[in-house]
């Protein structure tokens, strides 16, 4: 039920009962779709093999109290990751405060993370209590450990380890906080550098969950591409060539540049159709960049297999499109609907189990 599950029957099932389920999976459906709002901006899209993974990691990983350590590049949707863990969980009615390491000085981040009290050092004019107090009960996201002092880290893995935390001039104060760590950089390499504690490391890195790079998940562009176009409040087409275009671009500022990149469009473009003419600021940022790059870091593996994954990732679109109407899809994909029932058992397109990635339409059809 928590990986997307509307509610279940028990055999034998009877008419009135499926009916029953079906009138409120319907109208609860209506419903979500009615109050949907800013709130859907933090939605992790994406069909690729690779996000639903992270999707699933997600579910399984909401209920628990176990650290989570987010690797991958800058941009990619770190914490966008931590709040869904958060959200879903039995925390998700708690605050969620985030702190980017790399922003805050070094000399206020003990400050910042564990609070102070009034007169503890020049300037300190009332008590603050920290991010691990205000986190109480919630969750504390900490963007770009990589980033903190050694001396920071032993202050961190002591409350970690202890769930105990010291304001600057103050008393030892027990705190129940789930804490999720992000990081762009390499860790390991960090540890054999001296510059990051092995034992934090092991300590954070109880359930590691790693975003891979947008050039990396292509099957991710198109999607991602659309949900910001009507995030912007956009209806806005992509054309065909541009569409191929967003797809061989090697995205260097993974999903944030994809985001800023459809704002843009939104804002310039001329009409209804965003042509290639439209995002060709993209070829000139890839003719700036320092380090020439390949236009599309494509998958290793074989061609029947990149082609099925095109195909699934199509008839995906087409589905979510036609609010999972089959026939409406088949045609949409110029093939015969007795064709796409097939592809469908193959790939296993069950679209009800999509609900972390915002698809879920049931099937117009009954058979």
Known sequence: MRLGAFDHLTKPIGRADLALVLSHMMA????????????TEDELIGSSEAIRIVQKQIGMLADSDASVLITGETGTGKELVARAIHDHGYR????????????????LLESELFGHTRGAFTGALADHAGAFRQAEGGTLFLDEIGDMTLAMQAKILRALQERVVT??????????????????RDLVE????????????????????????????????LPLAEHFLARAGSKKQIAPAAAARLVQYS??????ELKNAMERVTVLGRSEMIEIGDIAFLEAAQAGSAEPTEPTSWPDEDLPT???RLEEMLIRRALQRTAGNRA????????????????IRRYGLDLSEDRTNGVGSPDAERH
Request: charged share 25%; proline share 6%; glycine share 4%.
């Open 28 to 39: 609860s459906r209506t419903e979500r779709h009615a109050t949907r709002s800013v709130a």
């Open 167 to 184: 304001p600057v001039g103050g008393k030892a104060l027990r705190v129940d906080v789930r804490v999720i760590a992000a990081t762009h």
């Open 190 to 221: 960090h540890i054999r550098n001296g510059a990051f504690r092995e034992d934090l490391f092991y300590r954070l890195n109880v359930v590691p969950i790693h975003l891979p790079a947008l050039r990396e998940r292509i099957a991710d562009v």
């Open 328 to 343: 409406e899809a088949a045609r949409m994909l110029n093939i015969h609907r007795q064709l796409l029932y097939t592809k």
């Open 251 to 256: 995205w260097p500022g993974n999903v944030r």
């Open 306 to 308: 990149a082609l099925a």
């Open 92 to 107: 998700g009615r708690n605050p969620f405060i985030a702190v980017n390491c790399a922003a805050i000085p070094a000399e």
